[in-house]
């Protein structure tokens, strides 16, 4: 059991690398936190908690399924930042939130295309989509700051049986995926049957719609400074 546990921590004889430590750190300092304070370990804390990283953990979920199927994709920090800009125009939500979405699909658009089908490497389509994408959101909102629409504020300000919103979308997206990548969901890109009806294992799609729902579980942090 020792021997285990030492090569957990420290990396050897698995191919996850160096997981164990940082999860290990993580939990002493969850635990020195628990005794030093009395507010840590509430329900309203942990809450709190889960629902500041829930955007972190959707974007990651969808940055996971793209590299599961052989991509990789660097561009997502950027669609975010972008994304988040346009929602905090001075615009009608319901020209806002659209495009939000609309926009963030055609950003992944030209990745996938420029991946596909004009065999550009990953990393170099999406690293240029970020620059490309971070000098837009500049010009778009030069300096921090804006007013989102009252309706994506009430949607990650409250909560559904209890459970905060960021949450439960959090839980949406996660049974998404899950769906997804156990091939269970019918025309996902990430399902097997897609990948295997490919004629050639060198197509590899690297760009995740992910962004756009952590952007709308961010929202409720652009109201007016």
């Avoid at 209890?162 to 998404?176: K, T």
């Avoid at 990548?181 to 399902?191: K, N, V």
Wanted: proline share 6%; aromatic share 8%; charged share 10%.
């Amino acid at each position: 059991m020792y021997h285990s546990l030492f090569n957990i921590l420290s990396g050897r004889n698995t191919r996850q690398g160096l997981w164990g430590l940082p999860l290990l750190v993580a939990l002493l300092i969850s635990l020195w936190l628990t005794v030093e304070t009395t507010q840590f370990a509430t329900a309203e804390n942990l809450f709190n908690l889960v629902a500041q990283a829930m955007p972190l953990i959707i974007a990651a979920l969808g940055q996971l399924i793209v590299v599961l199927i052989g991509g990789l994709d660097l561009s997502v920090g950027s669609v975010i930042s972008f994304t988040t800009a346009v929602l905090a125009l001075d615009q009608p939500a319901i020209v806002l939130i659209p495009a939000v979405f609309l926009l963030a699909a055609f950003i992944g658009l030209i990745n996938g295309l420029a991946i596909t089908r004009f065999n550009v490497h990953p990393i170099i389509a999406t690293l240029s989509t970020q620059y490309i994408v971070l000098g837009i959101t500049r010009i778009l909102r030069p300096v921090s700051g804006g007013t989102v629409p009252e309706i994506v504020i009430a949607a990650v300000s409250g909560s559904f049986l209890g459970i905060p919103y960021p949450v439960f979308w959090g839980i949406v997206v996660i049974l998404v995926g899950w769906n997804c990548s156990t091939d269970r969901g019918t025309g996902c890109i990430c399902s097997r049957s897609a990948a295997a009806s490919r004629p050639a294992p060198r197509v590899r799609p690297a760009t995740s719609a992910s962004p756009t729902v952590a952007t709308a579980v961010r929202q409720s942090a652009f109201r007016a400074r």
